[in-house]
């Protein structure tokens, strides 16, 4: 039996996960070629969108699995100053609104439930198959070869490149290097267990309580402290951002589990007030990451030939806005949404041709491409410290930006909406740095 339509995913991240599960079906042979064995990274949690929570939640059916993994409704968002004075507080209850929930995982449970979803034989369609310590160096997007480190080759019909930040796939569809582009700031991460806040931190527990079901900012001058819980409360997690030149370790390495130094870490935050830094005290070595944040300027393009590329290989953003993983899943939904009327056609017979796989990989990036670029933009304008604020024209209110944020009905309808549109002025221009669409304007 010649197996119908083969579909190689680099990179087994939320990214990669997602498009194995929105494109699983019969007649589909999906590999996840992913170069990590999987060890456990640093923990931190997540948070998704309302339309990204939907779908995963309802539409790939993984409510119940996350719900025992312990995961929580975001209800709001919270933002104190060094003072502990409460600046403002907006109450997110989304689903009346949104029609869904803004939701917060441990990532490594997030991950977890993906993988399950894209390789179980539980749910409907082939599974995918997973081959860990598959480091891909480069593919060819014409005739669909994926090449690995260790001299593998792989035929396919259509190659999703969900590698990251820092994508070999987009190198090949591109022809050159993108360079991921060095923001200025970089974050130490870790998660405490809320006990350990509740009995020893007791000034910062005044102030924001680490059970509450909230997203909370602490915001300095130029460095912030992003929080919230997971794993039903058991666990609160922070994210502590600063700028480069005022961290006090190397912060050159990228990797998700590279190491912080507690000590320097703390002597980052010396001038905060002992109530907000009192929680820095509580991890123990070896359990802060520590991460240089960075993005990409918008690309020309995701897709060439058989390849496309999903999540931050297409469009790294800073975490500033909590919207990376949810346009991963997003991009994901759509890879389903344009693919889905192949299975049906083709019936299992034969794969699609060269013709329609490119074809449909430009339909994918046209109707995404706008979208994730002006949340790629807004990500990197929300970083900016106060007082460059009035330099940097932002048009979008966060209200604004929340309803640009959720209003998105999958793919397929969105694709139906620009194409309404398509009168109104929008552009989107790539090679200034300044992106226009329609009313918002965003500019770097
Ligand atoms: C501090 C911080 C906090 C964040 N918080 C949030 C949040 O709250 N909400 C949110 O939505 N997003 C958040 N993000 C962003 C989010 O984590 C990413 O946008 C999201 O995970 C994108 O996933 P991805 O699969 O595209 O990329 P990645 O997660 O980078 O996955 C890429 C995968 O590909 C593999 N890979 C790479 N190269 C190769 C290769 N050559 N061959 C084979 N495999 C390869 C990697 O090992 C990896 O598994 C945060 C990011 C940071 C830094
Ligand atoms: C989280 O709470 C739910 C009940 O609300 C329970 O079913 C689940 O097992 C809990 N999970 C964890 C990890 O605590
Ligand atoms: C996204 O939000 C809109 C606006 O409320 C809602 O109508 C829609 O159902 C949501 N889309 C998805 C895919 O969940
Ligand atoms: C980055 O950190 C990883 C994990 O801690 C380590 O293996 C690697 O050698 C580091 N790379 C650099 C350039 O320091």
Redesign the pocket.
Request: proline content about 2%.
């Given at each position: 039996m010649a197996s119908a339509f083969r579909i190689i995913i680099?990179?087994?991240?939320?990214?990669?996960l997602a498009t194995a599960i929105a494109l699983r079906s019969l007649n589909r042979k999906i590999i996840v070629?992913?170069?990590?064995s999987f060890n456990r990274e640093i923990g931190?949690?997540?948070?998704?969108q309302p339309n990204a929570s939907k779908i995963v939640e309802r539409t790939w059916d993984l409510s119940r699995l996350l719900h025992e993994k312990g995961s929580m409704m975001d209800e709001g968002f919270q933002v104190y100053s060094l003072d502990g004075e409460l600046q403002f507080r907006i109450p997110l209850s989304t689903t009346e609104k949104y029609g869904a929930e803004r939701m917060l995982y441990h990532r490594v449970d997030l991950h977890d439930a993906l993988k399950e979803r894209a390789t179980s034989d539980k749910w409907p369609g082939e599974p995918a198959q997973l081959h860990v310590s598959?480091?891909?160096t480069h593919c060819d997007c014409e005739d669909g070869v994926v090449y690995t480190e260790s001299g593998q080759t792989f035929q396919s019909d259509l190659i999703i490149g969900?590698?990251?930040?820092?994508?070999?796939v987009r190198d090949s569809i591109l022809g050159t290097k993108v360079p991921a582009l060095r923001t200025g700031h970089s974050?130490y991460?870790m998660i405490l267990p809320v006990y350990k806040l509740l009995t020893e931190c007791k000034a910062f527990c005044d102030v924001v309580d680490p059970t509450a079901s909230y997203t909370t900012m602490i915001m300095a001058h130029n460095r912030r402290m992003i929080m919230g819980p997971a794993r039903n409360g058991s666990v609160y997690s922070i994210?502590a951002m600063v700028p480069d030149e005022g961290i006090n370790e190397d912060a050159s390495n990228t990797s998700w589990t590279t190491h912080g130094d507690i000590k320097k870490m703390r002597e980052t935050f010396a001038d905060f007030p002992e109530w907000a830094r009192s929680p820095l005290s509580l991890v123990a070595d070896g359990e802060v990451g520590l991460?240089q944040?960075r993005d990409i300027d918008p690309l020309p393009t995701w897709t060439k030939g058989r390849a496309i590329l999903?999540?931050?290989?297409g469009h790294?953003?800073l975490?500033t806005q909590?919207?990376?993983?949810?346009q991963?899943i997003e991009d994901a939904e759509a890879v389903g949404a344009f693919y889905a009327d192949i299975a049906s056609t083709i019936a299992g017979k034969k794969a699609p041709s060269f013709e329609q796989i490119k074809t449909i990989n430009e339909k994918i990036f046209a109707c995404r491409y706008q979208r994730a670029t002006t949340i790629q933009q807004y990500s990197r304008q929300a970083a900016k410290p106060a007082t460059e604020e009035e330099s940097a024209k932002i048009k979008m209110s966060p209200s604004e930006f929340m309803d640009y944020n959720c209003n998105y009905n999958g793919a397929l309808e969105w694709a139906r909406e620009q194409e309404k549109n398509q009168e109104k002025d929008v552009e989107v221009s790539v090679i200034g740095r300044e992106v226009k669409a329609g009313a918002q304007e965003v500019s770097v």
């Open positions: 680099v990179g087994g991240g939320i990214a990669g070629l992913e170069q990590s931190a949690t997540i948070s998704l598959s480091r891909v969900a590698d990251g930040i820092k994508s070999v974050a991460r994210v991460w944040l999903v999540g931050d290989a790294a953003m975490p909590g919207q990376g993983a949810s991963a």
